[in-house]
T-cell receptor
């Protein structure tokens, strides 16, 4: 375990389903991230949260809805997804020091999502 | 805007021979650079990072990378490949302003044959 735990590891869902991905970090970090890894494409940053506040949303469709109830937990709520949303979704956390940079960037093992 | 280019999508080596994975970066200021490794069905593991200290950076599992500003390169090397090195490798450049947004290359798949 890297200190960032993602569940479930695998998820198959239909296009009309609603599901959620969960990420938990045990490192005391103050920032959390969602990335999408599709086949043959670079990792794409989706969302950034700092101290439970969303600070970045990289033009992600509204069918993806993040939630950060506290600094240790991050969710990605999914509804009415499309087959092209099938990918590996990676969570990461880091410690951001104002004016000094970001340290300890750590990734989870990811959730492999298949939309059918 | 920052970017990285990984020059090879696949690299094949024999066990015991040297490994070279190439990466060129583009950045408007002094970047932070990283190499990550991803084994099948696993997350990303940090191999090494460069943050404006020594230009030759040593990482885990015998990997090294050298930062060459004049060539805008950050190639990853290992003297002798092991079967367990077979994986996908990502070169990454960091935006150090504000939050550390990592910009990933497209990856190089390393294949190691006996």
């Amino acid at each position: 375990e890297t200190g960032v735990t993602q569940t479930p590891r695998h998820l198959v869902m239909g296009m009309t389903n609603k599901k959620s991905l969960k990420c938990e970090q045990h490192l005391g970090h103050n920032a959390m991230y969602w990335y999408k890894q599709s086949a043959k494409k670079p990792l794409e940053l989706m969302f950034v949260y700092s101290l439970e506040e969303r600070v970045e949303n990289n033009s992600v469709p509204s069918r993806f809805s993040p939630e950060c109830p506290n600094s240790s937990h991050l969710f990605l709520h999914l509804h009415t997804l499309q087959p092209e949303d099938s990918a590996l979704y990676l969570c990461a956390s880091s410690q951001q020091h104002r004016g000094l940079g970001t340290y300890g960037y750590t990734f989870g093992s990811g959730t492999r999502l298949t939309v059918v | 805007a920052q970017s990285v280019t990984q020059l090879d999508s696949h690299v094949s080596v024999s066990e015991g021979t040297p490994v070279l994975l190439r990466c060129n970066y583009s950045s408007s200021y002094s970047p932070s650079l990283f190499w990550y490794v991803q084994h099948p069905n696993k997350g990303l593991q940090l191999l090494l990072k460069y943050t404006s200290a020594a230009t030759l950076v040593k990482g885990i599992n015998g990997f090294e990378a050298e930062f060459k500003k004049s060539e805008t390169s950050f190639h990853l090397t290992k003297p002798s490949a092991h079967m367990s090195d077979a994986a996908e490798y990502f070169c990454v450049v960091s935006d150090s302003t504000g939050f550390q947004k990592l910009v990933f290359g497209t990856g190089t798949r390393l294949l190691v044959s006996p």
